[in-house]
């Protein structure tokens, strides 16, 4: 999706938009910008890959292209992932222009550029550490990871149907996520599940 700025700024030029992530690592890597900004979800390309992906192929293939992500997801799901890609900065569309042209700047210059409610969600979780599951949240994740409804879930663990929505609800609350994919994904980075 593209991104214009609300006000111009002299030392700073968009060169070209894309609209899949393959398409942001084809013309990176054909212009050569001095700074990439990369949403992670691309609006409407269907099995494409996303920010993430994209930027892990061009680190792999220019490792000295500084990429920032600019997009409207400030979870710790999200932001983790980028960084650990290879994104230089990640900031959020919603947030001042002024965190956008900071952190582009930083990344032109070798430096990291990240929005404030970025780093102090980051921060939050290294002073303040999210809770880890319990041996049964452990198993309502493993039921989900297989494909279980919550009924199924429930009278596989010999709980009622309440008690399992009120595991997801910990459980979501404690993984830092919102939905049942998002929570296998999280679980299964932070090695809380296995997938066979």
Do not use: C, W
């Not at 393959?22 to 609006?43: G, K, T, Y």
């Not at 009622?160 to 910990?170: I, M, Q, S």
């Amino acid at each position: 999706m593209p991104f214009h700025p609300p006000e111009r700024q002299p030392d700073l030029d968009v060169i070209a938009e894309a609209g899949s992530g393959e398409e942001a690592v084809r013309l990176a890597l054909e212009l050569a910008p001095d700074v990439v900004l990369m949403d992670l979800r691309f609006a409407g390309t269907g099995a494409g890959i996303d920010g993430v992906e994209a930027i892990r192929r061009l680190t792999a293939k220019a490792p000295g292209m500084p990429v920032v992500m600019l997009t409207s997801y400030s979870g710790r799901a999200d932001v983790v992932p980028a960084l650990e890609a290879g994104a230089r900065g990640y900031v959020l569309k919603a947030g001042p222009p002024e965190d956008l042209f900071r952190a582009v700047r930083s990344a032109a210059e070798g430096g990291l550029g990240l929005a404030a409610e970025v780093v102090g969600d980051l921060v939050g979780q290294v002073v303040s550490p999210a809770p880890e599951l319990t041996e049964r949240e452990r198993e309502v994740v493993r039921s989900m990871a297989d494909g279980h409804s919550n009924r199924a879930i429930a009278d596989a663990l010999y709980l009622g149907e309440a008690t399992v929505k009120t595991h997801l609800v910990r459980i979501y609350r404690k993984l830092g996520v919102d939905n049942r994919a998002a929570a296998v994904a999280e679980a299964v980075r932070r090695g809380l599940l296995e997938l066979t």
